[in-house]
């Protein structure tokens, strides 16, 4: 007689999934004083996305193809999320911010963008029906505060129409981001679907940035970075591997063990990283008040933490 075997059990496990997302946070932050220095050099920040996003699925594809290319195939179902996920989760985060960044003060479009854990809060609660603790949005509101404080807000108030409209669509982008890739992880493979994501978004934003508009002779200049002077192709590999590809594939590892709400508020710990890489790579000083906010930040993130929701057991996909 022939027995099949049990399926395996997948136990969530939230200090595992709490060190993804800071590692993956880590990885997001860092982007910006990686590829400060090509901007400077003379790429636009589309051309820099563009680089980033299409090194990341080639590297990806490889990979994938290479290792495990059973993840690569995808059931005719799947193809809304991982559409979905590709367009807002990859692309949209990226070429609304850029936007809103050009129109708005770097601090404004910031604080837009993150203002995702709110509106992934208000889904989980009106949306899907589950009751947060009251402390889990006493959480959000310091974290947010925390975050204003980091990027100062209060230097820079004037709106643009466009740069905000933007602004708010980075922050629904970066919502999507959590959103699906929570729900995609509960059916695949987080690395299938992260190779997929990073193949549609790729597509797109090489529409809005096509790659032969690069201009070759600043792909070989050298530029400060640091105590060193790597040319700006360097930079563009390094924040492909290393703030793209690995971070989305932890981020998305993560919303195995966590909820997209405990989540993207972990994740606000990307801006303080970023503060910190641009201070101590680009000689961008840090001022008491964006330490003050850190601290607050932290604290919410960590109020969230011990107050989010328990993830449920369920079978490994």
């Known amino acids: 007689m022939v027995t099949e075997a049990p399926a395996r059990v ?81 692309a949209g985060v990226q070429l609304c911010y850029f936007v809103a960044a050009g129109r708005l003060p770097v601090g404004i479009a910031i604080l837009l963008e993150f ?16 009751r947060l603790p009251g402390l889990m949005w006493a959480g959000i509101a310091l974290a947010m505060t925390g975050l204003a404080g980091v990027a100062q807000v209060w230097q820079g108030l004037s709106l643009d129409a466009a740069g905000l409209l933007a602004g708010l669509g980075a922050a629904v982008c970066s919502a999507s981001y959590f959103l699906l890739g929570e729900h995609g992880v509960s059916t695949r493979d987080p690395m299938g679907m992260v190779t997929w994501g990073m193949i549609i978004g790729a597509v797109a934003v090489c529409v809005v940035a096509p790659p032969w508009t690069m201009p070759a002779e600043i792909l070989t200049t050298s530029v400060e970075w640091g105590p060193w002077q790597p040319p700006v192709w360097l930079l563009l590999i390094a924040v492909a591997l290393f703030s793209t590809v690995l971070a989305y594939a932890l981020g998305l590892a993560t919303l195995r063990h966590l909820p997209a709400s405990v989540a993207s508020v972990i994740g606000l710990l990307e801006a303080v990283v970023g503060i910190a890489t641009a201070w101590a790579l680009l000689g961008e000083a840090l001022a008491w008040p964006q330490l003050a906010g850190a601290f607050v930040l932290l604290s919410g993130a960590v109020l969230v933490q011990l107050n989010s929701p328990k993830p449920q057991i369920m079978e490994a996909p």
């Not at 995702?116 to 029906?129: D, E, H, I, M, Q």
């Open 10 to 90: 997948f136990v969530p496990h939230r200090g595992r999934g709490t060190a993804l997302i800071v590692v993956s946070s880590v990885c997001f932050g860092s982007s910006g004083a990686i590829a400060k220095p090509a901007m400077l050099a003379g790429l636009s920040p589309e051309q820099v996305a563009a680089a980033r996003i299409g090194l990341a699925a080639l590297v990806l594809v490889a990979g994938v193809a290479l290792f495990r290319p059973s993840l690569l195939r995808v059931r005719r179902t799947e193809w809304p999320l991982l559409v979905g996920y590709g367009l807002l989760g990859v």
């Open 115 to 130: 203002t995702s854990p709110v509106l992934v809060a208000l889904w989980t609660r009106f949306v899907r029906g589950t």
